[in-house]
């Protein structure tokens, strides 16, 4: 069965950093995963990709994130991290790790808070 099991959020304030990590069972190495990214989802708003990345390691960013989101695959702890700097209130949302490997599969979501 698989399994993307997403861990690294929390409150953070405006300028701060988190790291998101996603560790997926039952689909082998990440190096080898066709597609995996980060989606988001704020209250009252449709989910919306943050980045994505594939098995090239070529890599993809929603407009509001270029600069600040880092999309990353770890081959040692075989996960997809997601680096997030100067972070703004706008970025808070459930952030959901996403692969694609023949079918599509979808973590549980992990929460992302920026405020004061």
């Known amino acids: 069965q698989v399994q993307l099991v997403e861990s690294g959020g929390g409150l953070v304030q405006p300028g701060g950093s988190l790291r998101l990590s996603c560790a997926p069972s039952?689909?082998?190495?990440?190096?080898?995963?066709?597609?995996m990214a980060w989606y988001r989802e704020a209250p009252g708003k449709q989910r919306e990709l943050v980045a994505n990345?594939?098995?090239?390691?070529?890599?993809n960013y929603a407009d509001g994130v270029k600069g600040r989101f880092t999309i990353s695959k770890n081959n040692t702890r075989n996960t997809l991290d997601l680096q997030m700097n100067s972070l703004k209130p706008e970025d808070t949302a459930v952030y959901y790790c996403?692969?694609?490997?023949?079918?599509?599969?979808w973590g549980q979501g992990t929460q992302v808070t920026v405020s004061s």
């Open positions: 996403f692969a694609r490997h023949g079918l599509t599969y």
């Open positions: 990345i594939n098995s090239h390691r070529n890599t």
């Open positions: 039952g689909l082998g190495s990440v190096a080898g995963i066709y597609i």
